[in-house]
């Protein structure tokens, strides 16, 4: 049972350098000490359920990928749903509409 932690701290460490974050940065996110989230990465104990959905908010990847490293199915991190969220009407469309030239971008 313990190899699941291990497979989890790796998605979670690999998750956390792609988005240029430090484990100092993430444990204060998560509201845990930097040693227990040292600990997490490196498979030696878990997070808390509501943490597990806290991280996952805030590294933008689902749960299922987290705990048992399915497909992953990217969603948008929780500061950037917060973002749009506190956005005026006119401000969405703008974001929309940086998002639409990203994607053409991006398919070329």
């Keep these: 049972m313990q190899d699941y932690k291990k497979e989890m701290g790796q998605r979670l460490k690999k998750r956390r350098k792609e988005m240029n ?39 933008g990847i689902s749960i299922d990928y987290i705990l048992k490293g399915e497909a992953e199915k990217e969603i948008f991190p929780q500061d950037m749903i917060t973002f749009y969220k506190n956005c005026s009407m006119e401000q969405k469309k703008g974001f929309l509409q940086i998002i639409k030239g990203m994607e053409r971008l991006v398919k070329k």
């Design 21 to 59: 974050m430090t484990q100092e940065q993430l444990s204060d996110r998560l509201n845990i000490s930097i040693k227990h989230y040292s600990e997490v990465e490196r498979g030696i104990t878990g997070l808390s359920v509501e943490n597990i959905i806290k991280i996952s908010n805030v590294l």
